[in-house]
């Protein structure tokens, strides 16, 4: 935040000679004022505003207000109990000042009539005061520099003003864009700077948390800090969560909390950064008001701001979702070009309707969870819950519970109520066990027993309960080789090892720009095109990341467009993602290799060592089987 001293007699005379060079001759010297406000000026010059401009009111009817205020009550609720707390503090000496996005004034509480027969009677409800209609002022000049702004005194373009002062700092939404500004005008010069930037900055954080609260009124929300001390305070970091698992919002200092820029983490799923899924959290916030977790970032202390009454962990039988026909997924457009991925997503889908369990191979990013669900909504237990579980993002000390469920009293800390486990959550749905070859492997064992049984026990419970799955794992290792190296049990490896499908990485695909329009059309721009220069740089890069990373990189990139371009060009990229996306090195063949081989011994294993007919399902010739294997090494 920046911070103005105030203006002594001098530098108040240099303003005045400032002014009347620029009465006499419409121009801004050089040198005298602030940067800021020197730039101010010379946009107000631009806009053509009168140094001498009279008052003019903005709205003159009784309906135009109205229609002012209803389109801005979600601001005026928010901000009126923190306009009442510094009327009391500052109302005395001046006004307080709310206006919206594009500087219209909402309300007004203090001395008014003290500074209406000073010669503004224009800071009043409807009156505009945008930079190009007054010229420089707190208000307008916030919104143009999107920070707080102090001016102080002769520092106002208008002359008319140049007796007053002004802080201004503005008000964000959840999604980062200024929903308003909030300001303190007296008259007289500033004085104590740092006490009144101060005070409202307080008061604009407790406006964004209540604006915040409201636009998730259906979902959880958090504050966090690294230290218990600052929640409730104006550096405390706000998420939005729903339900699923999927962040929806990001206050600015929740995303310097866990820096990382909100582009990229709003859309991602919670457990990418805290550690658990939205149904793990939501158990968590309903334990008690405040807690911790783990994060990649360090350690975080939370507070429920609000978490919905509804929740899925009760120990009653899963509700049948009503039994509406779900739109069909296009398995074919997922596998885009490819014949072979075609062929192995009918033959995945054909295996669970005969109760088969699929095995997903792939580098982290290429969607596996977007193929798990597609599989379960293109089967007959669509219309029945699918629930999924990423079994590397789970504490170790939590995962079985998470799984299995427990009693109440099964623990210490357990929750009141128990707590029903994912199995029995996803009785006659899809289970999706992703990254599976991050189990622990004591839990594996037990795993392995429900699977065989199709029964489970809630940790605490002596009875057992019949479950009813079809079972998707998913994982970027190399299972056979974690068999081999006893970190997982060769048992459980053939109980998922189904039907194996091998994802095929972003580089490998020949479907690229058919992937990229169906990725923008799920962003909500499926009329936005790339310039052929942006789509050759995005076509020759290796895409580490895979879709994840590609998606990523168009939310950034509409993101940084203006809200009448429908081409994303190079200058839509920032600095640093261009200097990523350039780079010409090309990816180790490393995990291409590794990949190729497990397919292939996935294939001979499938059929009993036969090279012809592990070739047949390759899609590849005999000779060219063999030549690999020579080449892996096989």
């Not at 959550?425 to 999706?432: N, V």
Request: hydrophobic share 40%; aromatic share 4%.
């Amino acid at each position: 935040m920046t911070l103005t001293k105030t203006l002594q007699p001098k530098p108040l005379r240099e303003v005045r000679l400032a002014r009347e060079k620029l009465h006499l001759e419409g121009l801004v010297p050089s040198g005298v004022l602030r940067a800021e406000i020197d730039a101010s000026w010379r946009r107000s010059l631009n806009h053509g505003v009168p140094v001498s401009g009279q008052h003019e009111l903005s709205l003159q009817t009784t309906a135009s207000l109205d229609l002012l205020l209803a389109n801005n009550q979600l601001l005026i609720d928010a901000a009126m109990p923190a306009i009442d707390y510094l009327n009391q503090r500052q109302g005395k000496d001046g006004l307080i000042i709310l206006a919206n996005a594009d500087a219209t004034i909402l309300a007004v509480e203090g001395r008014a009539d003290r500074l209406k027969g000073s010669g503004v009677p224009d800071i009043t409800l409807g009156a505009c005061w945008s930079e190009a209609a007054r010229g420089t002022n707190a208000l307008g000049t916030t919104l143009v520099e999107g920070r707080p702004m102090l001016i102080d005194c002769g520092e106002h373009y208008l002359d008319r003003l140049s007796r007053f002062s002004c802080t201004s700092v503005p008000i964000h939404c959840p999604q980062g864009d200024i929903l308003g500004v909030l300001d303190l005008t007296r008259e007289g010069p500033l004085g104590r700077v740092h006490d009144s930037t101060a005070l409202l900055g307080m008061a604009v954080s407790q406006i964004e948390s209540r604006v915040f609260n409201t636009s998730y009124a259906e979902h959880i929300v958090l504050a966090f800090h690294s230290r218990s001390q600052y929640l409730e305070s104006p550096w405390q970091g706000l998420l939005a969560v729903s339900l699923s698992g999927q962040i929806l919002a990001a206050s600015g200092q929740a995303c310097q909390l866990l820096r990382t820029e909100r582009s990229v983490l709003v859309g991602q799923r919670c457990e990418a950064f805290l550690g658990l899924d939205g149904l793990q959290l939501l158990a968590r916030l309903q334990q008690g008001a405040l807690g911790s977790l783990q994060t990649a970032q360090g350690e975080f202390f939370y507070k429920t701001l609000r978490a919905p009454q509804r929740s899925p962990n009760v120990l009653t039988a899963p509700r049948t979702a009503p039994k509406t026909t779900p739109p069909a997924p296009d398995l074919e457009a997922l596998a885009g070009n490819n014949a072979r991925y075609a062929r192995a997503l009918r033959m995945a889908r054909q295996g669970l309707a005969n109760e088969l369990p699929v095995l997903l191979l792939g580098e982290t990013g290429t969607g596996k969870e977007v193929v798990a669900r597609a599989l379960h909504m293109a089967g007959s237990r669509s219309a029945k819950p699918f629930v999924a579980v990423n079994c590397a993002a789970i504490p170790e000390g939590l995962i079985e519970s998470e799984l299995f469920g427990y009693r109440e009293g099964a623990f210490t800390g357990s929750r009141r109520g128990g707590m029903i486990g994912r199995l029995q959550q996803a009785h006659g749905g899809t289970l999706f066990l992703d990254e599976i070859g991050d189990m622990p492997l004591a839990l594996q064992a037990r795993l392995l027993r429900v699977l065989q049984d199709r029964k489970v026990a809630p940790l605490g419970a002596g009875e057992e309960q019949d479950i009813d799955v079809a079972l998707i794992c998913a994982t970027h290792r190399d299972l056979k080789q974690l068999v081999h190296e006893q970190h997982f049990r060769e048992d459980l490896f053939y109980r998922v090892n189904g039907i194996s499908v091998m994802l095929p990485a972003l580089r490998e695909r020949e479907d690229f720009g058919a992937l990229i329009a169906r990725l923008l059309g799920k962003l909500q721009a499926p009329h936005v095109t790339l310039h052929p220069d942006l789509q050759a740089l995005l076509d020759g890069y290796h895409w580490p990341g895979n879709i994840r990373q590609l998606e990523m990189v168009l939310r950034t990139l509409l993101a940084m467009r203006e809200p009448d371009e429908s081409e994303l060009t190079l200058e839509h990229l920032p600095d640093s993602l261009l200097d990523d996306l350039s780079a010409s090195e090309r990816p180790p063949a490393g995990s291409i290799r590794e990949n190729e081989l497990e397919l292939i011994r996935q294939s001979l294993d499938n059929h009993q060592g036969n090279v012809s007919a592990a070739a047949e399902a390759l899609g590849i010739s005999r000779a060219t089987l063999y030549r690999k294997l020579k080449q892996l090494r096989v």
